[in-house]
């Protein structure tokens, strides 16, 4: 972050082409990662600054230097003396610089464990970037006031705000930092399949950039630790990943971790001799490391492994290792102390003989001075003493004009206050008659209305009752005309389909079945009976995509699912939290497909309405790696599903997602909401 602001701030530097040649100087040596040269210079050349703008931006430099090396009271100093100096707020470069300055102020507050300043100037500079239309400073603003949310346990605002920067952001990093926190959300809260999907994003950001290696092997741990209480297949084959990548790219560290997580997968699942190889691999690596800690740690599992194999030699063998290596450590820790007293005791003693012979010199140099030095204290205590008779002759006059003026104030004061006071009684007297006269008829008033406004109320509540019954009748003539409506357009579609079938596909499988009859006698037509039947295939083909809904042929998938979400909110007062990627792959989806999938969003929607109770639904439709995921979540009273039968629309989810060669898997129990995952191959 500190590359980014310093570089942002270049722009506010003065118009004296020295100065702003200086500062440029400084910024590019500090990005550059030449911090401790441009921190010296910074020194030497601030107290030479005429510019208020050269001044502002080499403290803030200053101020992103001790932030960087956490020392936070001097970063906060600095920040407050970049705002101080900065040139004009209503300055477009000068807004910018405070919006920054706001922002080191609450990273270096969170630093300190000031959380609530922190939130504070978080929420300060957000107001001031949303003013200004700084977009990136905005949102950087607000992720990090989420990461705040989450310190003080405030985890639903803290959501929410990760959520804003990952559908508006335009900043890769803080909407990679977005996913990954939103990751951590979920996983805290045991909602594993919504903290998988958003590190899956994650994870395709990282896959995008060499440089985020590192993140992506992080991202496999954290969702392979997801799978390990529910699908230690897919726990294996995230750590595999990680280890696979780790390899590649020579992070043996990570590639440690991978192994040791697939180890203890292994040695649970009582594969011995797997997970002997595992650990035996780690400690050949954690040897060529120097990783005193993986070493101690894969003998202590192999000497766990050989007494499950009951090779008790090994084992012993193992665990004498062991504890060689901890009493080694413990020795050299203690070694290291003992090391760093006695060259702390030696540096003392040099410094207090150092100390010493100054002292020595510095009071022969101050015996000479001394004499010196009394002569001309002599002088001046004279000079002081005729000063201050001076002082104190004026100091009584100046005391005597004062006393005077104030006794001649204070008379002025008396009489003004004499003539308050009566103007006061006067008015209060003429106000308490007035209010006497006007009190009588404004009462009787008063009565007059309340009566009326009892009979308006009354009228209004009987005109509210003739409304709402003329209301309920419209709704219910309106129903009767869509259903007949409807059943006029399923006649007009049947009798359409009889006909194409009776008139194209029922004539040209008539003229087959002919041209069959006569085969043996005419072979030549075989030619002709294979063009009837493409042609048959064809009409049938064709004949089915008509009968696809005209609002399914004729408009984009999203848009159509987002219109109905918006349809069922308004009619049902639920909330539905819907997210949808990648909208322009899943809008090319074959139409029969979005027919089917449009199905199972009207069916799992009506069940909720009808039978849940619930206030929430949450919606997740993501085509990632040729698979399309649909997660559907409800915060209802659910059912048990050991118990409970799938009724007839489930029942047709379930024969759906099978046509397709999909999974079904439906989580439920009562009180605590349903959750429903659906998986479609789209390859075959």
């Given at each position: 972050?500190?590359?980014?602001?310093?570089?942002?701030?270049?722009?506010?530097?003065?118009?004296?082409?020295?100065?702003?040649?200086?500062?440029?100087?400084?910024?590019?040596?500090?990005?550059?990662?030449?911090?401790?040269?441009?921190?010296?210079?910074?020194?030497?050349?601030?107290?030479?600054?005429k510019s208020t703008k050269s001044k502002a931006n080499t403290n803030l430099l200053l101020a992103y230097y001790h932030n960087r090396y956490a020392a936070t009271d001097s970063s906060i100093y600095y920040t407050h003396k970049a705002l101080e100096n900065k040139h004009n707020v209503n300055d477009s470069l000068g807004i910018r610089l405070t919006i920054l300055s706001y922002e080191l102020l609450a990273l270096n507050n969170k630093n300190k464990g000031l959380y609530q300043e922190s939130k504070n100037w978080h929420l300060k500079g957000a107001e001031l970037s949303e003013k200004h239309n700084e977009k990136n400073l905005y949102y950087s603003h607000l992720h990090?006031?989420?990461?705040?949310?989450?310190?003080?346990?405030?985890?639903?605002?803290?959501?929410?705000?990760?959520?804003?920067?990952?559908?508006?952001?335009?900043?890769?990093?803080?909407?990679?930092?977005?996913?990954?926190?939103?990751?951590?959300?979920?996983?805290?809260?045991?909602?594993?399949?919504?903290?998988?999907?958003?590190?899956?994003?994650?994870?395709?950001?990282?896959?995008?950039?060499?440089?985020?290696?590192?993140?992506?092997?992080?991202?496999?741990?954290?969702?392979?630790?997801?799978?390990?209480?529910?699908?230690?297949?897919?726990?294996?084959?995230?750590?595999?990943?990680?280890?696979?990548?780790?390899?590649?790219?020579?992070?043996?560290?990570?590639?440690?971790?991978?192994?040791?997580?697939?180890?203890?997968?292994?040695?649970?699942?009582?594969?011995?001799?797997?997970?002997?190889?595992?650990?035996?691999?780690?400690?050949?690596?954690?040897?060529?490391?120097?990783?005193?800690?993986?070493?101690?740690?894969?003998?202590?599992?192999?000497?766990?492994?050989?007494?499950?194999?009951?090779?008790?030699?090994?084992?012993?063998?193992?665990?004498?290792?062991?504890?060689?290596?901890?009493?080694?450590?413990?020795?050299?820790?203690?070694?290291?102390?003992?090391?760093?007293?006695?060259?702390?005791?030696?540096?003392?003693?040099?410094?207090?003989?150092?100390?010493?012979?100054?002292?020595?010199?510095?009071?022969?140099?101050?015996?000479?001075?001394?004499?010196?030095?009394?002569?001309?204290?002599?002088?001046?205590?004279?000079?002081?003493?005729?000063?201050?008779?001076?002082?104190?002759?004026?100091?009584?006059?100046?005391?005597?004009?004062?006393?005077?003026?104030?006794?001649?104030?204070?008379?002025?004061?008396?009489?003004?206050?004499?003539?308050?006071?009566?103007?006061?009684?006067?008015?209060?007297?003429?106000?308490?008659?007035?209010?006497?006269?006007?009190?009588?008829?404004?009462?009787?008033?008063?009565?007059?209305?309340?009566?009326?406004?009892?009979?308006?109320?009354?009228?209004?509540?009987?005109?509210?009752?003739?409304?709402?019954?003329?209301?309920?009748?419209?709704?219910?003539?309106?129903?009767?005309?869509?259903?007949?409506?409807?059943?006029?357009?399923?006649?007009?579609?049947?009798?359409?389909?009889?006909?194409?079938?009776?008139?194209?596909?029922?004539?040209?499988?008539?003229?087959?079945?002919?041209?069959?009859?006569?085969?043996?006698?005419?072979?030549?037509?075989?030619?002709?009976?294979?063009?009837?039947?493409?042609?048959?295939?064809?009409?049938?083909?064709?004949?089915?995509?008509?009968?696809?809904?005209?609002?399914?042929?004729?408009?984009?998938?999203?848009?159509?699912?987002?219109?109905?979400?918006?349809?069922?909110?308004?009619?049902?007062?639920?909330?539905?939290?819907?997210?949808?990627?990648?909208?322009?792959?899943?809008?090319?989806?074959?139409?029969?497909?979005?027919?089917?999938?449009?199905?199972?969003?009207?069916?799992?929607?009506?069940?909720?309405?009808?039978?849940?109770?619930?206030?929430?639904?949450?919606?997740?439709?993501?085509?990632?790696?040729?698979?399309?995921?649909?997660?559907?979540?409800?915060?209802?009273?659910?059912?048990?599903?050991?118990?409970?039968?799938?009724?007839?629309?489930?029942?047709?989810?379930?024969?759906?997602?099978e046509n397709y060669k999909g999974v079904l898997h439906i989580d439920s129990k009562p009180n605590r909401g349903t959750n429903i995952n659906i998986e479609i191959p789209l390859k075959a």
């Amino acid at each position: 972050m500190c590359n980014t602001c310093l570089s942002i701030s270049q722009n506010t530097v003065s118009n004296s082409k020295g100065e702003e040649e200086k500062v440029t100087q400084l910024l590019d040596y500090f990005n550059n990662g030449q911090h401790q040269k441009a921190y010296q210079q910074a020194h030497v050349l601030l107290p030479t600054f005429k510019s208020t703008k050269s001044k502002a931006n080499t403290n803030l430099l200053l101020a992103y230097y001790h932030n960087r090396y956490a020392a936070t009271d001097s970063s906060i100093y600095y920040t407050h003396k970049a705002l101080e100096n900065k040139h004009n707020v209503n300055d477009s470069l000068g807004i910018r610089l405070t919006i920054l300055s706001y922002e080191l102020l609450a990273l270096n507050n969170k630093n300190k464990g000031l959380y609530q300043e922190s939130k504070n100037w978080h929420l300060k500079g957000a107001e001031l970037s949303e003013k200004h239309n700084e977009k990136n400073l905005y949102y950087s603003h607000l992720h990090g006031l989420a990461s705040t949310y989450i310190t003080l346990g405030e985890i639903d605002e803290a959501l929410k705000l990760f959520e804003k920067c990952v559908k508006f952001s335009d900043d890769k990093e803080i909407i990679l930092g977005s996913y990954i926190n939103l990751g951590a959300i979920y996983s805290s809260l045991s909602k594993y399949k919504i903290a998988n999907n958003y590190l899956q994003k994650a994870k395709a950001i990282c896959e995008k950039d060499e440089f985020r290696i590192k993140a992506l092997v992080t991202i496999l741990l954290i969702i392979g630790d997801n799978y390990l209480n529910t699908d230690k297949d897919k726990a294996l084959s995230y750590f595999n990943e990680a280890k696979d990548i780790s390899f590649k790219n020579r992070l043996y560290s990570l590639e440690i971790r991978a192994l040791d997580k697939i180890g203890n997968i292994l040695f649970n699942q009582q594969l011995d001799n797997e997970s002997l190889l595992i650990f035996s691999n780690i400690l050949v690596k954690a040897k060529e490391l120097g990783n005193l800690d993986d070493e101690m740690n894969s003998y202590f599992m192999l000497e766990k492994i050989s007494v499950r194999k009951r090779d008790y030699k090994n084992a012993y063998n193992y665990g004498k290792k062991y504890y060689q290596i901890k009493d080694s450590i413990d020795n050299s820790i203690t070694e290291k102390e003992i090391n760093r007293l006695e060259v702390k005791f030696k540096t003392l003693e040099k410094e207090k003989t150092i100390k010493s012979l100054q002292i020595e010199n510095l009071n022969k140099s101050l015996n000479i001075k001394k004499k010196e030095a009394d002569i001309e204290r002599f002088k001046l205590q004279k000079k002081i003493i005729a000063k201050q008779n001076e002082n104190q002759v004026l100091q009584l006059q100046n005391g005597v004009k004062k006393r005077k003026n104030e006794i001649s104030l204070l008379k002025e004061k008396e009489a003004v206050k004499a003539i308050e006071l009566d103007r006061e009684r006067t008015i209060k007297y003429i106000v308490l008659i007035a209010f006497f006269i006007l009190l009588v008829p404004i009462v009787g008033l008063l009565v007059i209305y309340y009566q009326k406004l009892q009979a308006q109320s009354l009228l209004n509540l009987k005109e509210k009752q003739i409304n709402e019954q003329q209301v309920i009748s419209l709704k219910k003539d309106q129903e009767l005309k869509l259903i007949k409506a409807s059943v006029r357009g399923q006649d007009l579609e049947r009798k359409k389909i009889a006909q194409v079938m009776h008139d194209s596909v029922g004539g040209n499988l008539a003229a087959i079945k002919l041209q069959f009859s006569q085969l043996s006698n005419h072979p030549e037509k075989l030619k002709l009976i294979y063009s009837q039947l493409d042609d048959t295939y064809e009409q049938v083909r064709n004949l089915s995509h008509n009968l696809l809904p005209k609002k399914i042929r004729e408009n984009d998938f999203v848009f159509l699912i987002k219109e109905y979400v918006k349809t069922v909110e308004e009619a049902s007062q639920i909330t539905i939290n819907i997210s949808i990627f990648d909208e322009v792959k899943i809008n090319k989806l074959n139409k029969i497909l979005q027919n089917e999938l449009f199905s199972i969003f009207q069916e799992l929607t009506t069940n909720t309405i009808k039978y849940a109770k619930a206030k929430t639904i949450d919606i997740q439709l993501d085509y990632l790696e040729d698979v399309l995921f649909f997660v559907y979540e409800d915060d209802g009273v659910g059912f048990d599903t050991s118990k409970t039968t799938l009724g007839i629309g489930l029942t047709n989810i379930k024969n759906r997602v099978e046509n397709y060669k999909g999974v079904l898997h439906i989580d439920s129990k009562p009180n605590r909401g349903t959750n429903i995952n659906i998986e479609i191959p789209l390859k075959a």
